[in-house]
């Protein structure tokens, strides 16, 4: 007696992932009232804290990219975007289709944007796979690390094909909206 036996243990626990519905419903429920977190391949991520430089270069799109998309696009900050059925990032900036989204988050975008310091690795990594997949044709991470825009273009099998990193003495512009230039020297710190 108070054997027990290796063929009764459990090979490995198994992890439960989340679809959007069941996290949206768990949201409008009143859970994770108080945190800041994210949805990444159903899984419930703890979002990093925003930094002062982090939340200047946020304000700064914002200024810079609003005043000359109204009426053709919606800006958003730090809002949901329903990336796959299994995720529901909220990226700092999001430049979005015309639309109504009162009943569900925005599905599709021209461009999204990351600011990043301590979180670069798992823009440049899971981030950009997982817009990339979500058909995002452009995805910026404003680099504060090394204090450069890196552009991510072409997405195709879950990568984008082209990375290009533009420097604070060039102008860059979305690719939707090539009349929109902005300097980089603009957004960094």
Do not use: C
Request: net charge negative.
């Amino acid at each position: 007696m108070g054997v027990t036996s290796t063929s009764m243990l459990p090979s490995r626990p198994t992890l439960r992932r989340f679809t959007r519905p069941e996290y949206d419903r768990l949201v409008a429920l009143g859970f994770f009232r108080q945190e800041r977190i994210e949805l990444l391949h159903g899984t419930i991520v703890r979002m990093s804290p925003i930094g002062p430089p982090h939340r200047d270069v946020v304000d700064r799109l914002n200024e810079l990219l609003l005043p000359r998309l109204i009426g053709r696009a919606r800006v958003s900050i730090q809002q949901p975007f329903a990336a796959w059925d299994d995720s529901e990032p909220e990226p700092d900036v999001s430049v979005i289709p015309l639309g109504d989204y009162s009943v569900d988050h925005p599905q599709r975008a021209h461009l999204i944007i990351e600011v990043a310091d301590s979180s670069l690795e798992e823009d440049r990594e899971l981030e950009a796979r997982l817009y990339a997949a979500s058909g995002v044709p452009e995805y910026w991470i404003v680099n504060l690390v090394q204090h450069v825009v890196e552009i991510h273009t072409e997405p195709m099998k879950g990568a984008y094909g082209r990375v290009r990193r533009a420097k604070a003495s060039e102008t860059i512009a979305p690719g939707a909206f090539p009349d929109v230039p902005i300097n980089v020297a603009d957004l960094l710190p």
